[in-house]
């Protein structure tokens, strides 16, 4: 089965800091995906990645940066916390269908 | 928008009980796929429907596709308490785009 672990479950940061979320697939791969869930809206793709060092903007990338090194890592990066960042982060990953997520990381950022 | 609205927003039912529950698309339909989130979890893939197909079942899923309505609807039959989830639907045309799913909830 493919697997696709999160780093961290539950996460608490604090306004202003860098939070690097990581994101292993096992499947090698070729898609990677980041989401963030909110409560009535639904997930938001925030960034995708298609290949190594590959990247695209998805509906919401403002306030977010990634990085794909290698293949089966994706990570995510919050430069800067906010409070409006606070939210569940889903990573998903495939090489066309389906997605296969991750259990998420439930972020707060104080 | 290019998400699916899944229809109901919520529905509780008792055990063994059938579950429907519909998707509706603004745009038109690839091929069509249906997700469960168990809470506080990642999603899981349960089922996808090609645009050619009507009809397709899996164990007690039982998923029906009418591009013309652009609309689909998942039943589960014989609902269990482990059912308990939210489910989604994206189309595989736009398949970074999910709505904000049916929440079910099954009562022992």
């Known amino acids: 089965d493919v697997k696709v672990t999160q780093s961290s479950r539950y996460l608490v940061k604090r306004t202003g800091e860098k939070v690097f979320l990581e994101c292993v697939q096992d499947m090698d791969h070729e898609n990677m995906f980041w989401y963030r869930q909110d409560p009535g809206l639904g997930l938001r793709l925030i960034y995708f990645s298609y290949d190594v060092k590959m990247k695209e903007k998805g509906d919401i990338p403002e306030g977010y940066s990634v990085s794909r090194e290698k293949k089966e890592r994706f990570s995510l990066i919050l430069e800067s916390a906010s409070t409006n960042q606070t939210s569940m982060y889903l990573c998903?990953?495939?090489?066309?269908?389906?997605?296969?997520f991750g259990d998420g990381t439930r972020l707060s950022i104080l | 928008s290019q998400q699916g609205e899944e229809d109901p927003q919520a529905l509780s039912i008792q055990e063994g009980e059938n579950a429907t529950m519909n998707c509706s698309y603004k745009t038109s339909i690839n091929n069509l796929q249906w997700y469960r989130q168990n809470s506080g979890r990642g999603l899981v893939h349960l089922i996808l429907?090609?645009?050619?197909?009507r009809e397709k079942h899996s164990g007690r899923l039982r998923v029906t596709l009418d591009t013309s309505k652009k609309s689909s609807s998942l039943l589960i039959t014989a609902s269990r308490a482990a059912d308990t989830a939210s489910y989604f639907c994206?189309?595989?045309?736009?398949?970074?785009?999910f709505g904000t799913g049916t929440s079910l909830t099954v009562i022992p």
């Open positions: 994206v189309n595989t045309g736009n398949q970074f785009y």
């Open positions: 998903a990953s495939s090489d066309w269908q389906p997605q296969h």
């Open positions: 429907i090609r645009s050619n197909e």
